[in-house]
C-alpha cells in the first residue's frame, strides 16, 4: 500500500526556519501531484503548497515567497521549506498525493488527495 510519513516538525521561534519531508513508498511522484496541507484545531484543512508531475508548483498567498516545496532526485522525497515563520504557521503539517492531472479548479479540496501521510506539528512561538 502505498505510504507517505512526514518529519521534520518541532517548535521554533518566530522568524526561524524549518524544512519538513515526506519520504513515500510503493510509488513515486513521476505519476503522482504531491501537496502540503496544514490544518488547526477547528479549523479546515488548508492546500499550503503543491507540485505537480511535471514539476508546476503552487503556494498559498499566505506562504508565497517564504515556503518552497521541492523533491529530490529519486521522486520518493518530497520537502517543504519554509522560512520566516510566524505564529499564523502553526498547524499540524500533512502530505498528500492525488493522481496527476487533476483539474485546477478542483487541487485545493482534500478529498482528491487520496492519500495522506500521519502529520507532523509545527510551532511557531512570537
Known amino acids: 500500500a502505498m505510504k507517505l510519513m512526514e518529519s521534520g516538525g518541532g517548535s521554533v521561534q518566530a522568524g526561524e526556519s524549518l524544512r519538513l519531508s515526506c519520504s513515500v513508498s510503493e510509488f513515486t511522484f513521476e505519476n503522482s501531484d504531491m501537496g502540503w496541507f496544514r490544518q488547526v484545531p477547528g479549523n479546515e484543512c488548508e492546500l499550503v503548497a503543491r507540485?505537480?508531475?511535471?514539476?508546476?508548483?503552487y503556494y498559498a498567498d499566505s506562504v508565497k515567497g517564504r515556503f518552497l516545496i521541492s523533491q529530490d532526485s529519486a521522486k520518493t522525497t518530497l520537502y517543504l521549506q519554509m522560512n520566516s515563520l510566524n505564529p499564523e504557521d502553526t498547524a499540524h503539517y500533512y502530505c498528500?498525493?492525488?493522481?496527476?492531472?487533476?483539474?485546477?479548479?478542483?487541487?485545493?479540496?482534500?478529498?482528491?488527495?487520496?492519500?495522506w501521510g500521519q502529520g507532523t506539528q509545527v510551532t511557531v512561538s512570537s
Open positions: 507540485i505537480s508531475s511535471d514539476g508546476t508548483t
Open positions: 498528500a498525493r492525488s493522481v496527476a492531472g487533476v483539474a485546477t479548479s478542483l487541487v485545493f479540496h482534500p478529498a482528491v488527495y487520496r492519500y
